[in-house]
C-alpha cells in the first residue's frame, strides 16, 4: 500500500513561487506513475501535471504550462512540483497522486494512490 504525503503548501503573494513535495513509502515508487491535481473550492478536482517513471516525460495542463515543473527523485521517493509566477486563479488544495501503468493519465479516477492535500493560497 502506497502512502503520499505532500508538503510545501502556504499563502504567497501573486508573483511569487512555491514548491511543493510529495514523499511515497510502502510501494515501488520508480514503478509508478505520477500526478499532481488540485482542487478549488466549489470546483472539480483537475489535473495539473504529471510525469513518467524516470520524469523524462512531463505533461502539463495549459494553465501552468511554462510556469510550473515537475520533477522526481526515485533514490529520495519523492516528486516535487515548482510553482512560478503564482496567480490567484491557482489557489486550491494541491494533491499528489500515484497510479500504475505506463502512460500519465489526466483523469483523476485513474489514480489509485492519493495523499491528504496541501493548501495553496494566493493573494493578489
Known amino acids: 500500500q502506497v502512502q503520499l504525503v505532500e508538503s510545501g503548501g502556504g499563502l504567497v503573494q501573486a508573483g511569487n513561487s512555491l514548491r511543493l513535495s510529495c514523499a511515497a513509502s510502502?510501494?515501488?515508487?520508480?514503478?509508478?506513475?505520477m500526478g499532481w491535481f488540485r482542487q478549488a473550492p466549489g470546483k472539480e478536482r483537475e489535473f495539473v501535471a504529471g510525469?513518467?517513471?524516470?520524469?523524462?516525460?512531463?505533461y502539463y495542463a495549459d494553465s501552468v504550462k511554462g510556469r510550473f515543473t515537475i520533477s522526481r527523485d526515485n533514490a529520495k521517493n519523492t516528486v516535487h512540483l515548482q510553482m512560478n509566477s503564482l496567480k490567484p486563479e491557482d489557489t486550491a488544495v494541491y494533491y499528489c497522486?500515484?497510479?500504475?501503468?505506463?502512460?500519465?493519465?489526466?483523469?483523476?479516477?485513474?489514480?489509485?494512490?492519493w495523499g491528504q492535500g496541501t493548501q495553496v493560497t494566493v493573494s493578489s
Open positions: 497522486a500515484g497510479k500504475g501503468g505506463t502512460r500519465v493519465a489526466t483523469a483523476p479516477g485513474a489514480y489509485g494512490y
Open positions: 510502502g510501494g515501488t515508487f520508480s514503478s509508478y506513475i
Open positions: 510525469c513518467t517513471w524516470g520524469g523524462v516525460v512531463t
